[in-house]
């Protein structure tokens, strides 16, 4: 069996026990090395083999992953965050299958969310935000022209944005465009739950300048919207007002 485990973030405690159990018994790891922290290795058992696929092609994972399931061995891809992602596993998952290859998926605590906790807060806000838009800056990758920043910020939903720090310039113009105003709070967390993480605080306004100054070109995820700073409504669900399923209230 072949199965693809979110490593979590960084910090490696931030695994699912469903995947550190894989890992233990797994007798082969392909770990995405520019992003899977090394240290997840030292659970796995003697003897297990290590590739990391930062210096492989999808061809070259393909044929380990292959070679290991015909001797009957556990092989588990390693992906950083939740696998799901920006994992780049769909085209893994489906050479595998035209091969007749038996495959899982393993959920794993993805970056945005790793991001948010790093600056204790919350994305969705009664009254401010009830959606989040996870996407990404344009890059080698193209984004579908109706997932333009732009347009995607002209929303205002609480937003997370991965693979775009290297173009922050780009990335906050369009966001200013979109949400029409320069004063909406962003985030920078860089390497959310390592020990070298690093977060920056501001706005629209000077964020660019900020992640300059501190030399940030990757590895990071831009959080933007008004669920950093500003009012919000509190919850129904714990308003001593309101009786729900599991609890009557004074009305
Ligand atoms: C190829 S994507 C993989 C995303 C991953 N599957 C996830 O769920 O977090 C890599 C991007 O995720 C973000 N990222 C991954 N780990 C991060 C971390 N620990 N802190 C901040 N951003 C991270 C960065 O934007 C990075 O460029």
């Known amino acids: 069996m072949i199965s693809f485990v979110g490593a979590g973030p960084g910090d490696v405690d931030l695994i ?9 018994k797994a007798d082969m790891v392909i770990y995405a090395g520019s992003l899977v922290s090394e240290r997840h290795l030292e659970f796995c058992k003697e003897g297990c083999q290590f590739y990391n696929s930062a210096k492989m092609t999808l061809e070259e994972v393909i044929e380990k992953m292959e070679d290991a ?4 061995l556990q092989v588990v891809r390693l992906h950083t965050g939740d696998p799901t992602i920006y994992g780049a596993i769909r085209e893994q998952m ?3 299958e035209r091969k007749g290859i038996d495959f899982q998926a393993i ?15 919350e994305f969705t806000l009664p009254e401010v935000s009830q959606t989040v ?4 800056i344009e890059g080698r990758t193209g984004v579908p022209e109706e997932e333009d920043l732009e347009k995607l910020a002209a929303h205002r939903a609480s937003m997370a944005l991965f693979l775009s720090i290297k173009e922050i310039d780009r990335v906050v113009e369009k966001l200013k465009r979109g949400y029409g105003r320069e004063d909406v709070p962003v985030a920078v967390v ?20 900020k992640v300059e ?3 940030i070109t990757k590895m990071a995820q831009i959080l933007v919207g008004d669920f950093i700073d500003g ?7 714990y308003d001593p007002q309101f009786s729900h399923e599991y609890r009557s209230g004074n009305r």
């Open 133 to 136: 838009i996870l996407t990404r």
């Open 69 to 72: 399931y015909r001797k009957g």
């Open 94 to 96: 489906d050479l595998l």
């Open 213 to 215: 100054k501190e030399g």
């Open 231 to 237: 009012d919000y409504e509190r919850s129904k669900l």
């Open 107 to 121: 959920s794993g605590v993805s970056s945005f969310t790793a991001a948010c906790s790093a600056i204790n807060r």
């Open 190 to 209: 860089y390497k959310a739950t390592w020990e070298d993480e690093k977060i920056i605080m501001g706005t629209l306004k000077d964020i660019r300048h």
């Open 16 to 24: 699912t026990i469903k995947g550190r159990r894989l890992l233990e």
